[in-house]
């Protein structure tokens, strides 16, 4: 069963969002090491979560058009 050309970008770009999202989460926890992620390093961790979901949602505006 072959995919079609669309369906093959639409895949590949929520891949691209997605490993973006872990990068910055790995790069969040790397750089928020004391410790743990208290005060500072949580508030970026859920300023990072709530970046993917808004990314996330114009990817799929975009890719829906």
């Known amino acids: 069963m072959a995919l079609e050309a669309e369906m093959r970008r639409k895949i590949l770009v929520s891949v691209v969002a997605v490993g973006f999202f872990i990068a910055l989460i790995v790069g969040v926890g790397a750089t928020y090491n004391d410790g743990g992620l208290a005060g500072s ?16 949602a114009v990817v799929g505006f975009l890719l829906d058009r």
């Open 41 to 56: 390093g949580g508030l970026v961790l859920v300023g990072t979560i709530a970046l993917f979901v808004l990314v996330m």
